[in-house]
């Protein structure tokens, strides 16, 4: 196991990953006070949103000591991994949608190789199948932020 791969114990591993998703919210949180685009703003709420229905889930979980599974998160959720050519900028007051929605992904990346990190390190304890959870829902946020920029952006729709 190298150091990329640590597993924790339950309430280490969802108090980290709760500290993930506050992260997320406060980062969406801020974008949403810089730009004043409507739907700029629409796209990093309904985010924000996400982010602390998951903190939720999490806190939820850590009172009863376990994480329900989600049978509908069986596969694992592919990706276009635009954040590889779309670069991340910083928000402003002029920022679009289109901006909106590359921040977005590059926040959702950030937290699916977190997670995926985590998920790797605990394959195996009861852990893991809380943090592969997390990763296909963090990756299922992320195709449809990505399915959102294609059909929007790219250039043969």
Same mark, same amino acid.
Not at 125 to 151: C, I, N, T, V, W
């Given at each position: 196991?190298?150091? +990329?791969?640590v597993? =924790?114990?339950?309430?280490?591993?969802?108090?980290?990953?709760? &500290?993930?998703?506050?992260?997320?919210?406060? +980062? =969406?949180?801020? @974008?949403?006070?810089?730009v004043?685009?409507?739907?700029?703003?629409?796209i990093?709420s309904?985010?924000?949103?996400?982010?602390?229905?998951?903190?939720?889930?999490?806190?939820?979980?850590?009172?009863?000591? +376990?994480? @329900?599974?989600?049978?509908?998160?069986? &596969?694992?959720?592919?990706?276009m991994?635009?954040?590889?050519?779309?670069?991340?900028?910083?928000?402003g007051?002029?920022?679009g949608?289109?901006e909106?929605?590359?921040y977005?992904?590059h926040?959702?990346k950030?937290a699916?190789?977190?997670?995926?990190?985590?998920?790797?390190?605990?394959?195996?304890?009861p852990?893991?199948?809380?943090?592969?959870?997390?990763?296909?829902?963090?990756?299922?946020?992320?195709q449809?932020?990505?399915?959102?920029?294609?059909?929007h952006f790219?250039?043969? +729709?």
């Amino acid at each position: 196991m190298n150091e +990329n791969e640590v597993c =924790y114990t339950f309430d280490a591993a969802v108090e980290m990953a709760i &500290q993930m998703e506050e992260e997320g919210f406060r +980062n =969406y949180l801020a @974008a949403i006070r810089k730009v004043t685009n409507k739907g700029a703003r629409e796209i990093l709420s309904e985010n924000a949103l996400d982010e602390l229905n998951h903190k939720h889930q999490l806190e939820k979980a850590l009172l009863e000591g +376990n994480m @329900a599974g989600d049978a509908s998160l069986e &596969q694992t959720i592919p990706t276009m991994h635009l954040d590889y050519i779309l670069k991340k900028e910083e928000l402003g007051p002029n920022s679009g949608v289109r901006e909106a929605i590359i921040y977005a992904i590059h926040l959702e990346k950030g937290a699916v190789d977190f997670y995926g990190k985590v998920a790797n390190g605990c394959s195996g304890a009861p852990m893991g199948k809380l943090f592969a959870q997390l990763l296909k829902e963090e990756s299922r946020h992320l195709q449809a932020l990505e399915d959102l920029y294609e059909k929007h952006f790219m250039t043969e +729709n």
